[in-house]
């Protein structure tokens, strides 16, 4: 009984698995489609001020940023600091 259920489940995991195959053709794309650009990105890492807002005995803030060079290197740097009494 064990081995009809075993066996029951793994036909099904596969048939899931299968159905999640994308066979949509890249052929067909719209003309308007908009490519990745290169450049410069900054932000900021929001958890260490809202942790601040719930933990009186921690203060900490951290910039970062990244600048893409070519389609997969890029170069990244953060900066900030955190105190925790």
């Given amino acids: 009984m064990l081995r009809f259920f075993t066996s ?44 601040a807002l719930f933990d009186s005995d921690y203060s900490g803030l951290e910039f970062v940023a990244d600048y893409r060079i070519t389609k997969k290197l890029y170069v990244a740097a953060e900066f900030g600091n955190e105190k925790k009494t």
Avoid at 13 to 24: E, K, P
Avoid at 26 to 48: C, E, H, M, N, P
């Fill in 8 to 51: 029951c489940l793994l036909l099904l995991c596969f048939f899931i698995a299968r159905a999640q195959n994308d066979s949509l053709d890249i052929g067909a794309r719209d003309s308007t489609s908009f490519g990745q650009r290169y450049g410069l990105r900054v932000g900021v890492d929001l958890s260490k001020p809202i942790r």
